[in-house]
């Protein structure tokens, strides 16, 4: 799924809100928004993985682990 959506912001230009307590899940996305209280905590750019990472994580058991 992480990598259909990476592929969709890439090729078209489509933005994701995704709501996670995951930080595996979060390294996907280009920007965090940490809450804390219902209030931002923390915005901040991130670096997300390039679509061979997503391939390569998405390939390994360990992917559904808690990071």
Not at 5 to 22: G, M, P, Q, S
Not at 26 to 38: C, W
Not at 45 to 59: A, C, F, G, Q
């Amino acid at each position: 799924v992480m990598s259909l959506f990476r592929k969709l912001c890439d090729e078209r230009n489509v933005t994701f809100i995704l709501v996670t307590h995951e930080r595996h899940i979060a390294q996907f996305a280009e920007r965090i928004i940490e809450l804390e209280g219902g209030v931002v905590a923390a915005d901040n750019p991130n670096t997300p993985h390039t679509r061979d990472d997503i391939e390569r994580l998405t390939s390994e058991s360990w992917v559904g682990a808690a990071v």
